[in-house]
């Protein structure tokens, strides 16, 4: 147990949060001591695992913070119902390795259908309650790869949920950010481990969701579009490269050699992203294009390099006046209006002098389940990363450009996704998420003591006041806002 420390998102570093003590948690008891602990010393509860979440989901001020990474064990795996049931604070590369391991003599082994990219060492708990999605072509977020979970709830009582038992749980816990108990374990459907293709072509966004279209046609199960950043160029998020991902036959062999980045080659194109974005983007697309026909597995193609807190080291060989970061933002739209929505986006940051460091297009199918759904239509799911100077002009400028974007998403008909920041205003959050209200209403209800909270949720609470359920909920949250 660590008392009175500041803890911190490793991407954006934008959340310091002091919280009153981190209690490591290994096991489902201690996680049930840990929850019950804190209820009758009247103090909040947030929960984090890999700390990637920039929202400020997983901190809240003066709480006790549970670190779910102890929970790492993979439970009964059943073959016949293309299942597994594994702790919440397992890591993505830990559960693809435990896997393989368990299924080494298997003729046909099973695997995770999907996971977040660009960041590897994220909790399966975590992922669920931000109901990620990776770049699957005909995949829903991670709820529909969800069969159940087992939660510790406000009373700190084991509840199995799914969508037979408690089914209404299971809608608002599964991108519920942590704020109706801590998921303790998840059933994951998976699907068989299959070897893969990569297919790659220079495409414009004029054409992206036709080539999509095609490469779905051919049976492609994965890709995603990483479009250009160099802002004084005419191709600024107009082109880019499209991989795509198509099974191949069984008795194909991996590619034993292939054409990576490597942790140097990631750090290089990092810094050329800062400091030249034409010949960084020009060096991503060479490296691309000569991967084309590349083998691998479906499911370690979908992790990567990345390193947490890379941009410390990077303000220094740039000699950065102040320090800085990116942060993630994402737009959804329907995907007809990509390409006007692309169009309006380059304008929107040449004018306002915001950088692109990195930006991907994916798609994603309708949710459909979950209560706080971002996914409630067929789009285009659009990911920018922004340069973003810890300054009040550099944190303004990031706003402004996400504000402005949002604002383009939803004219069009589309929304964005609530996990990476806060600067949405409450007309854009009550637009591109109409359930909002009903969420914190039902959250209430839930945990009428206000037991597990977050800098996210006091957010929230002070954005849709005055507040209309509990009055010693409201109290609550806001006593540390």
């Not at 492609?220 to 191709?235: H, K, N, P, T, V």
Request: a positive charge; glycine letters at 10%; proline letters at 4%.
């Amino acid at each position: 147990m660590t008392r009175g420390v500041i803890v911190n998102d490793v991407h954006s570093r934008l959340n310091p949060t002091r919280v009153r003590e981190i209690v490591p948690v290994a096991s489902l008891d201690a996680l049930v001591d840990a929850v019950r602990a804190a209820r009758r010393h009247g103090l909040p509860v947030c929960v984090g695992g890999g700390r990637h979440a920039m929202g400020g989901q997983a901190f809240v001020a003066d709480g006790v913070f549970l670190d779910t990474r102890g929970l790492q064990r993979i439970g009964r795996l059943d073959p016949r119902a293309a299942t597994v049931d594994v702790e919440a604070g397992i890591q993505w590369p830990a559960l693809i390795d435990g896997l393989a391991a368990r299924q080494r003599d298997a003729a046909e082994p099973l695997s995770i259908i999907q996971k977040q990219t660009g960041a590897d060492r994220l909790t399966v708990g975590g992922a669920v309650s931000a109901n990620v999605h990776g770049r699957g072509l005909t995949l829903r977020p991670l709820v529909g790869d969800v069969e159940s979970l087992a939660m510790v709830d406000a009373r700190g009582e084991v509840r199995a949920v799914s969508r037979g038992e408690d089914p209404d749980l299971f809608r608002l816990a599964v991108g519920g950010y942590g704020l109706f108990g801590v998921i303790a374990s998840v059933t994951l459907r998976l699907a068989p481990r299959r070897k893969l293709e990569r297919l790659v072509t220079v495409e414009r966004v004029d054409d992206l969701v036709g080539a999509f279209s095609r490469r779905v046609g051919e049976g492609c199960l994965y890709g995603d579009f990483q479009f250009a950043i160099d802002e004084s160029a005419r191709d600024f998020l107009r082109q880019g490269i499209l991989s795509c991902y198509r099974p191949v036959a069984p008795p194909t062999p991996v590619s034993d050699r292939v054409r990576e980045l490597s942790k140097d080659d990631w750090r290089f194109l990092v810094e050329l992203a800062h400091t030249d974005r034409r010949r960084a983007f020009q060096r991503y697309a060479e490296h691309t294009l000569a991967t084309a026909g590349q083998v691998y597995w479906s499911d370690t193609h979908q992790l990567g390099v990345y390193f947490e807190d890379y941009h410390r080291a990077l303000d220094r060989r740039l000699r950065a006046r102040v320090p800085a970061s990116e942060v993630i933002g994402e737009l959804f739209v329907p995907r007809a209006a990509l390409p006007d929505f692309m169009a309006q986006a380059a304008a929107a940051l040449r004018r306002r002098g915001v950088v692109v460091v990195y930006g991907t297009v994916r798609l994603i199918e309708r949710d459909g389940e979950s209560f706080l759904q971002w996914a409630r239509e067929r789009y285009a799911c659009v990911v920018f990363n922004l340069h973003t100077e810890h300054s009040r002009q550099g944190l303004a400028a990031t706003a402004g450009a996400f504000r402005a974007l949002i604002d383009l998403a939803l004219g069009r008909g589309g929304s964005f996704y609530l996990t990476h920041h806060r600067w949405a205003t409450r007309a854009q959050v009550e637009a591109g998420h109409p359930r909002m209200r009903d969420f914190l209403r039902a959250k209430t209800e839930r945990d009428p003591d206000g037991l597990f909270q977050s800098e996210w949720y006091r957010h929230h609470v002070e954005m849709f006041g005055p507040w209309q359920a509990s009055g010693v909920q409201e109290r609550r949250a806001r006593r540390y806002a």
